[in-house]
């Protein structure tokens, strides 16, 4: 069956500023899954965090570590592939999904031989069958990797939509009873075996692509070229990624890696409803001006732009109420999640600001740069973690921001040779949010000593609403003072996105 892409079929003829609209047209879309997928995990997981132990959330998190790393090999980075391909689309689609079937269902018999070995390097053997169950996904994942990409490559955000709606309730509505009834951890896992395959199903049911018994070998010699500087860029992210909870988890036990898993759940999930949706429209948008740089230049500045405006208030915010969210929404027994959401928030604040960089070299055709970036990094940073690991969760989480930060300048560098831009226009591009984000800062800082003075008794949530809602007023009165056309073209941009 032929896949039905008209925008393939013409992207060679529309202007940058047709494939801009369409990627803003799509941000939509792309931003409503997002909300979707990601308002429903935080009210699940604040829910079974009620219900079950940190211990449990542990083991979950070791079998993810080792579930992550087979999902990267099965892939192989031809999804990404596929998205950028300029060959015949339903030849590499058939290509991919071929590959990648094949691929999952070797991984994933590698994974159910190597659970047991697993299971004793993190001194937990509860993980050995849920490993083996879990990891179940990783062949589901397989057979509908590629209706997936289509639907990103052809700007069909809305199709994921209804599929995202439907498969993100799925996992609570049967996680939560499974916990009431005492099924402990594999209330978890059979929440997310059933939202997976239902997305396998939806995937194959609004897709009309299917596969054929063919396979172009030299279709698959450019993709699979592609696919492999991916495929190691997503090997050394998995390192910069995973490999935390990895020594936590085998040197400070599974406890501490609970809290640790759960910290970063939290920090993901409010960061990829703010930020995701920009990042699945970049690649397919981007790609198509690869051959315009300096269409594809002015896009860059305006998205860090916007970028750095939604994500730096929310870093500082983390930094600052850490605590008070933890208190407020998962209880006394979370011992140190509030720690661990105030530095993971600040790191991932700062980070985003080059959060784009390495969608931006894949578009251009350059995925090398973010591969070997990525290793130069792996370098360092395993070793720093093995040795702040010895020294407790505090140390571990100071040298994780420390050496975070350290990728921000290598990107400023990696955008000047490719793009042309300047050095300093991470400044350029972001001052006003910087600014409205250190005054919001000393804000709230300065009203929790006032409040904590003054108002001794009153509720936490009350106190909680206060600070976030108080320090957003500050911070957005700041950005009109600084830079009100910014904010009047942020908002022009968001009327854009929201009614078109």
């Not at 689609?93 to 004793?120: E, H």
């Not at 070793?383 to 040298?399: C, D, E, H, K, N």
């Amino acid at each position: 069956m032929s896949i039905e892409n008209p925008e393939d079929a013409h992207a060679a003829k529309e202007s940058p500023e047709t494939i801009i609209h369409k990627a803003f047209s799509s941000a939509k879309w792309s931003a409503l899954i997002e909300i979707v997928s990601k308002t429903f995990q935080p009210l699940v997981l604040v829910i079974l965090a009620r219900m079950l132990s940190p211990d449990v959330f542990g083991v979950v998190a070791i079998a993810s570590i080792a579930i992550s790393f087979s999902q990267v090999l099965w892939d192989a980075g031809l999804s990404k592939a596929l998205i950028q391909t300029k060959a015949d689309v339903d030849e590499a689609a058939n290509v991919v999904f071929w590959t990648n079937v094949l691929l999952g269902i070797f991984v994933y018999l590698g994974l159910f031989l190597s659970a047991p070995i697993i299971a004793r390097f993190f001194n937990s053997t509860a993980s050995g069958p849920v490993l083996r169950v879990l990891g179940l996904q990783i062949i589901i994942g397989s057979f509908c990797s590629v209706q997936q990409a289509l639907f990103v490559r052809g700007f069909s955000f809305h199709g994921l939509f209804w599929i995202k709606l439907l498969t993100s309730l799925t996992p609570g509505l049967l996680s939560i009873p499974m916990a009431l009834y005492g099924y402990g951890v594999w209330a978890l896992v059979a929440g997310s075996l059933v939202g997976q395959f239902l997305n396998l199903l939806l995937l194959w049911f609004m897709s009309p692509w299917r596969p054929r018994l063919h396979y172009d070998v030299i279709v698959a010699r450019g993709i699979l070229g592609f696919g492999f500087w991916v495929l190691a860029e997503t090997l050394g992210d998995w390192l910069l990624v995973w490999s935390d909870g990895m020594i936590i988890g085998r040197y400070l036990g599974v406890y501490d890696l609970g809290v640790y898993r759960t910290g970063m759940n939290v920090i993901s999930t409010i960061f990829g409803v703010l930020l995701s949706p920009v990042l699945h429209i970049l690649f397919p948008s981007f790609s198509r001006l690869q051959h315009d740089l300096p269409a594809l230049t002015r896009s860059f500045h305006k998205i860090v732009g916007i970028i750095v405006t939604l994500a730096l208030p929310v870093g500082v915010g983390f930094l600052l109420l850490g605590d008070e969210m933890v208190d407020v929404v998962f209880g006394s027994k979370w011992a140190g999640l509030g720690f661990v959401i105030s530095i993971l928030g600040l790191k991932e604040g700062l980070l985003w600001s080059v959060g784009i960089n390495c969608e931006t070299f894949r578009a251009v055709g350059r995925p090398d740069l973010a591969t070997k970036t990525t290793f130069v990094q792996v370098m360092y940073f395993l070793p720093a973690y093995y040795i702040a690991a010895q020294s407790g969760m505090t140390t571990f989480l100071y040298v994780r921001l420390t050496l975070a930060l350290t990728s921000i300048p290598i990107q400023i560098y990696l955008c000047r040779r490719i793009l042309g831009v300047s050095y300093d226009y991470l400044w350029k591009d972001g001052k006003t949010a910087f600014l409205a984000a250190m005054t919001m800062g000393v804000y709230l800082q300065s009203i929790k000593w006032s409040v904590g003075y003054f108002m001794i008794g009153m509720p936490h949530v009350w106190l909680l609403a206060l600070y976030v809602l108080s320090g957003m007023t500050v911070y957005s009165a700041m950005l009109l003072v600084l830079d009100r056309p910014f904010v009047a073209e942020v908002s022009r941009l968001t009327r854009r996105v929201v009614f078109k």
